[in-house]
């Protein structure tokens, strides 16, 4: 094998090596914690507010290409800091406060999506030995993490003292609590194989060849995607699932009254929550970061979760939207009982032994 | 004591200025919870007062204003005035302007079926089928600027004939585009008709009963697709459609997706009706020899003309007391009765059923509020 | 409605988009790249002069300003001694104009046309009102068909006699204002209708030519 | 059944109440008295052969002397089309509603009585929906009506 190239080397020595350079400065333990954590944080947040940035460019660029249109040209080489453009223009719009009683409310509500949306990145794979924390419960802290971005919306729905948001807040509730209950299903066909909570056993377990990945697993495998999938979608509150925001019948939901950078954080939160949905897909479906070698892990891993975030895409722009009842019929009559029914499979294919 | 707990209804405005409303138009909704109570269409916002307007100008002078009467698909509203005028003075058109007429009509009706899908589409969500819908569209409108000049307001049909003959380019180039259409009609049809969301979101949805449909006036498609069948160019025929071979698109039952899938059908039926009438393309005069634009003075007395156009019957009742200036005009569109019939049929259901079912009306509102 | 046959469906609808991601986009980038108007599209109305003498090609006749629906045509043009009207100002306001081409029909002098240039907007309403001299050099560049009788035998005339030329002295002597509407109606019909004009033909093919390979690129 | 057929078989069965006039220039025209406007009516819809359950178009029309009410029906089933009006004096002009019997002529009646003045009795819901809710200048389609701000085309010939 070629000698792998030092600046893509896997970058795991770099927690490491910060470590040491602080010890040796001769703080306290739990100084160097800190700032080993606090700069990692703000990696990590640096990183991700550029992801997120550059998926809302690619959206527009996939839609346009999808409908035969250039999309954004004008910033850039095909408009690459179109995006950064809007940041700032949104940066310096006129944040109106609405005159309404529980002003903490509409005050912290995107904040909480915001803070939200990064907190699920603590536990993320990101390649070989690049992690945050290797918690033992990994994929339990997502599942308990992602929830929160429910009580944002119905703060934000409730805060904004306007009849259109309140019912944009209570069908986005209710539609992400229901789908939570398929996505955890889901998930836990899989746990089921790996034994481990902890999102490195859950990708160590696929190593190997490309058949080890949990999403070959006939038959529990791909129905096991398929569901996640769907669920996620609706996670993020996405076409055909995006009944808060349907424009044409409650004027965008539960974020009509924000502006400027709160309406911003909302926007970004979506979008870091459709590439932590499709992270997660990937560690638990497509084998995280693992792949042939001379290519570094990490971009192993944000290779298929950009093909699963394209996936996301095309489903906005073919799908048309569900109406709110019949979304709520769709999980409870059909994605729960399948996704049990899947794990009922999956538990008696580990009992029997018969998978590889 | 826990006080007894009451829910009221409460008012919520769709329109006048809401994406899902086409043109200006606002309907009041009564809610109860989810479920509309009650809708009142508020109507006047696009009043221009088309027809004292006509009353003051000569004929010739008519036809451009009328081009606005229905901007979707002017070539028809050209289309029927000239109709009543002929009908007044008793004209003969030669036939390559009948043909060419022809033409015109089922070209304007493609166009103006096409931003009905885009439209539809756009409203229950799916966004690229707009586009898609546009980019067909865009193949017409450019015949239209050849012929004509113009890309919304075409001006072309007159009385006694058309006003300009068609350049040597425009039958190759037409039968292109139906072409084109003719096959992308299978891409559209892929994306949404089978589309399990769109089923679920239109089929059995919004059902107009047939004998509320004839009692309100109800026509053209939204009438056909419930189950009725009335067609004006077969049951009051005009202009030469009795030449072309076409079958007349009736579905049963009446839901959202008879009357969205009705109209694709009618589509395919304009192309055949378009490939015969190029064919038998005559040469000849395009416009009657007697019919000046500045000195047409029809005989006293009324008649009224009514064609099929893509939003049901469209009709003139044109009065003139033998001078150069009609006495009265007035104008008949289809989106008038269809608005007029949706607070019938159209309550009890939810907010987004509501926009499912004003999207397949395809109701605009220059028609209603003239 | 089975589930399977419902996802069928759906990976269909995904394959419509997905293959359009590959085709090429059929929009143009506006301020670079402009859209070649076929000949006759109606866009500003504009006043013709004469290929060779560079003079307005309008007599007064007033015809257009009848024929316009909307009123955007104001003439004012008085008559001297000898009953012969003179052109003083030709005003066209074309805010109030509906671009619908009645003027160039009526016209039998083919002194005014709707050109194919369609960017003329402004900020206030006062700009769009243009008088005679900016409808004029607008129409500098216009090429039209010249159906003008008169001019064409005394042009004739001229060439065989081959006398030193004095094609203005000839317009002069016949002052046949204002023409009745009916008299030159051959005029009127040669302008509207085109399959005899050839030369309007060419013009017509060469236009549209271009813009043929813009479709070729689409379909 | 062919015009012919249809103005023969209306003059023999309905007896007086609906005379023809010969300004019809296509459809056949016919002309009713107001007071029996209803039951013509009725018998039109009813009437077993006839059908006309179609209302196509109903206008007013002012030719400066009187006013006109102008019914134009059609039978979807009978393929069928029928005009027929109603001569009424020019000032205090009054008309049954024949909502009952076309529901659709509901806002056609609302309209003419809008723009013309004419007014249509027990009709259910006889307020402005065009104009402006503040217009206060009369009734616009009349030929006398004249406001301020009503610009003329120049009379040209």
């Known amino acids: 094998m070629i000698g792998k190239p030092v600046l893509l080397a896997e970058l795991h020595g770099l927690f490491q090596w910060l470590h040491e350079k602080l010890q040796a400065t001769g703080l306290s333990q739990t100084w160097v914690d800190i700032i080993t954590y606090a700069t990692l944080g703000v990696i990590i947040f640096g990183v991700l507010s550029l992801i997120a940035l550059y998926l809302i460019w690619w959206e527009r660029k996939i839609s346009a290409h999808v409908q035969q249109r250039f999309g954004p040209m004008r910033h850039g080489w095909h408009g690459w800091y179109q995006t950064v453009m809007d940041a700032l223009k949104l940066l310096q ?83 992400v609590v229901s789908y939570e209950v398929p996505m955890v299903a889901s ?170 | 004591m826990m006080a007894e707990l009451r829910t009221e209804e409460f008012i919520v405005n769709m329109g ?44 010739a002078q008519c036809i451009p204003i009328l081009d606005r009467f229905e901007y979707v698909t002017s070539m028809s509203c050209n289309y029927v005035f000239s109709l009543a005028a002929e009908r007044l003075a008793e004209i003969e058109v030669p036939e390559r302007a009948e043909y060419l007429r022809v033409i015109m009509l089922e070209l304007n009706r493609i166009a103006s079926h096409l931003l009905f899908y885009g439209v539809t589409a756009m409203d229950i969500g799916a966004y690229t089928p707009f586009l898609y819908g546009l980019r067909e569209r865009e193949l017409i409108i450019d015949l239209f600027e050849m012929t004509c000049g113009q890309r919304l307001t075409y001006n072309y ?66 009438l056909r697709a419930s189950g009725v069948q009335y ?21 049963p039952n009446g839901d959202c997706f008879d009357r969205y899938m ?109 | 409605m089975n589930p399977l046959k419902g996802i069928r469906e759906l990976v269909r609808g995904l394959q419509i988009t997905g293959k359009h991601l590959g085709r090429h986009a059929i929009t143009i980038q506006y301020p670079e790249q402009r859209w070649t108007m076929p000949e006759r599209s109606r866009g500003i109305v504009v006043l013709l002069s004469d290929k060779e003498t560079g003079e307005l090609n309008c007599t007064a006749c007033m015809l257009c300003e009848k024929a316009c629906p909307t009123a955007a045509i104001r003439i004012d043009a008085p008559r001297d001694e000898k009953k012969k009207r003179h052109l003083k100002q030709f005003i066209v306001d074309h805010g109030l104009c509906c671009f619908c081409g009645l003027c160039e029909e009526a016209c039998n002098f083919s002194a005014i046309k709707m050109a194919t240039k369609y960017e003329f907007s402004s900020e206030s309403k006062e700009d769009l009102v243009w008088d005679i001299k900016k409808l004029q050099e607008l129409g500098r560049d216009v090429p039209y068909v010249d159906t003008r009788k008169k001019k064409k035998e005394a042009a004739k005339a001229a060439a065989a006699k081959a006398a030193p030329p004095k094609p203005e002295k000839a317009e002069q002597e016949k002052p046949n204002f204002p023409p009745k509407p009916e008299s030159p109606s051959q005029a009127a019909e040669d302008n509207g209708r085109t399959t005899g004009a050839e030369k309007e033909q060419q013009s017509l093919q060469l236009g549209d030519e271009r813009r043929q390979d813009d479709k070729e690129g689409q379909s | 059944m062919t015009k012919e057929e249809l103005a023969a078989y209306i003059t023999e069965n309905f007896d007086g109440k609906l005379k023809p006039l010969d300004s019809g220039r296509y459809d056949p025209l016919f002309e009713v008295e107001a007071d029996d406007l209803l039951d013509v009516a009725r018998a039109l819809k ?66 003419m009585w809008e723009l013309y003045g004419i007014n249509v009795l027990n009709h259910d819901n006889l307020t402005r929906f065009l104009l402006p809710d503040d217009w206060d200048q009369g009734h616009p389609l009349r030929k006398d009506w004249d406001a301020p701000d009503f610009v003329r085309l120049p009379e040209g010939e």
């Open chain 1, 93 to 175: 719009k006129e944040d109106i406060r609405i005159v309404t009683r529980d002003k903490v409310v509409f005050f912290w509500a995107p904040v909480i999506c915001f803070v939200a949306a990064f907190l699920a990145y603590v536990v993320m794979p990101f390649g070989d030995r690049l992690i945050v924390a290797d918690l033992n419960i990994g994929i339990l802290y997502i599942m308990a993490v992602t929830t929160f971005t429910i009580i944002s919306l119905l703060m934000a729905g409730w805060g904004s003292n306007n009849k259109y948001a309140l019912l944009g807040g209570m069908r986005s509730a209710a539609q």
């Open chain 1, 187 to 356: 998930i836990l066909t899989i746990i089921i194989f790996v034994g481990s909570l902890s999102m490195m056993d859950i990708v160590k377990a696929q190593s190997g060849l490309i058949f080890n990945w949990y999403v070959f697993r006939i038959p529990f495998g791909p129905i096991a995607f398929l569901t996640y999938i769907v669920a996620a979608t609706a996670e993020c509150n996405r076409t055909p699932f995006d009944i808060p925001e349907a424009e044409q019948e409650l004027v965008s939901g539960y974020n009509v009254e924000y502006s400027g950078m709160k309406f911003a954080m909302f926007f970004l939160a979506e979008f870091v929550n459709m590439f932590t949905v499709s992270a997660i897909a990937v560690t638990l479906f497509f084998g995280g970061w693992n792949g042939w070698d001379f290519i570094p892990s990490w971009i192993w891993f944000l290779g298929k979760t950009l093909i699963i975030v394209l996936l996301l895409m095309l489903f906005r722009w073919t799908y048309p939207r569900l109406r709110v009842d019949q979304l709520m019929e769709f999980a409870w009559k059909f994605l729960v009982p399948v996704t049990f029914a899947n794990l009922i499979v999956a538990g008696i294919f580990k009992y029997f032994g018969w998978y590889w």
């Open chain 2, 16 to 59: 006048p200025h809401h994406p899902a409303t086409h043109g200006v138009c606002r309907l009041m909704l009564t809610m109860n919870g989810e479920k509309i109570v009650k809708i009142e269409p508020v109507i006047g916002y696009l009043h221009r007062a088309i027809e004292k307007i006509c009353e003051n100008r000569t004929y």
């Open chain 2, 157 to 222: 049909i007159r009385v006694g004939g058309v006003s300009k003959d068609i350049p040597k380019q425009f039958v190759p180039q037409c039968r292109k585009a139906i072409k084109i259409i003719g096959e992308k009609l299978t891409d559209y049809t892929g994306l949404l008709n089978e589309n399990p969301i769109w089923l679920e979101r239109t089929k059995g949805i919004a059902v107009l009963p047939a004998d509320l449909a004839i009692a309100y006036g109800v026509s053209g498609p939204v």
């Open chain 2, 231 to 251: 067609d004006i160019r077969r049951n009051d025929p005009y202009c030469i459609y009795d030449r072309f071979d076409f079958e007349i698109p009736v579905r």
């Open chain 2, 262 to 370: 009705l109209r694709i059908d009618e589509i395919r039926q304009s192309i055949r009706i378009l490939s015969q009438a190029l064919d038998g393309l005559p040469e000849g005069e395009i416009r009657h020899k007697k019919v000046k634009d500045a000195t047409f003075k029809p005989p006293a007395g009324e008649a009224y003309a009514r064609i099929e156009n893509s939003r049901g019957e469209m009709g003139i009742y044109l009065v003139s007391d033998g001078s150069k200036k009609p006495l009265r005009v007035k104008t008949r569109g289809g989106s008038y009765n269809q608005l007029q019939v949706l607070p019938q049929y159209g309550t009890d259901m939810l907010i987004a059923d509501l926009v499912a079912n004003f999207a397949t009306l395809d109701v605009i509102m220059p028609e209603v509020d003239r």
């Open chain 4, 46 to 111: 009813e009437d077993e052969n006839l059908r006309f359950d179609y209302l196509c178009n109903l206008c007013g029309v002012d030719t400066k002397e009187h006013f006109e009410v102008v019914y134009n029906v059609a039978s979807v089933s009978k393929n069928l089309r029928l005009d027929f009006k109603l001569i009424l004096p020019h000032d205090n002009a009054e008309v049954e509603s024949v909502q009952e019997i076309w529901p659709a002529a509901n806002w056609y009646e609302r309209e």
